[in-house]
């Protein structure tokens, strides 16, 4: 893909309104994906793609319900991305549907690839680090069976967790204080709350 087609993909979005007015192709079919569509069919004259390998998506039930009442919103299942070429400063993607030859074109001004991935975390077994499902075990301060070892977010697993981005960051926050706990065990740490 040449370097002027590259200009019309984008990974993140930091000004949704800089895609008004535009076609605008989402690739993906997790929260993320399903997020970042809502939010771009907020902007004015935009007409969002949502475009998805599965015919299910992994995100949430109701942002699926949302964006299917949409009317400047357009959900194009099961397809995968085969071909690209920008024409006319527009992006030309041909679409392969699922289990069949034929690919379809569709025009998009711009593009976001909201695509989640599985880490690959079994290099963490050569260090003694105890893996179920090729996730990572940990304890209730994110400790692994190695000492000094933590873990949080996606690569974590224990009882009960619910693979839930917002998780991973207050995870994030009990392995921190486990870990200053550990290192500086004289000290009196404050922890600071988000209730008042």
Known sequence: MDSES????????????KFADKTVGVFGGGD??????LEL????????????????????????????SLKNVEILTPYLPKVSSLVNNQLQIGLK??????????????????????????????????IAGGQIKVGQEMKTNVPGIYAVGDAATYPGR???????????????TS??????????LTIHSTSI
């Open 6 to 17: 590259e200009k019309h993909i984008h990974y993140y979005i930091r000004e949704p309104e």
């Open 32 to 37: 993320s994906a399903l997020d970042w569509a």
């Open 41 to 68: 069919a907020q902007q004015p004259n935009t007409h969002v793609k949502l475009v998805h390998r599965r015919n299910e998506f992994r995100g949430l039930e109701s942002s699926i319900h949302q964006l299917k």
């Open 97 to 130: 549907q699922m289990g069949q030859s034929d690919i379809i074109q569709h025009s998009f001004d711009e593009i976001v690839v909201a695509y989640g991935f599985r880490a690959n975390n079994n290099f963490v077994k050569q260090w003694g680090v105890d």
């Open 162 to 176: 619910v693979p839930v981005i917002g998780l991973g960051f207050g995870e994030a926050q009990i392995a921190i």
């Open 179 to 188: 870990i200053m706990r550990s290192l500086f065990p004289e000290k009196t």
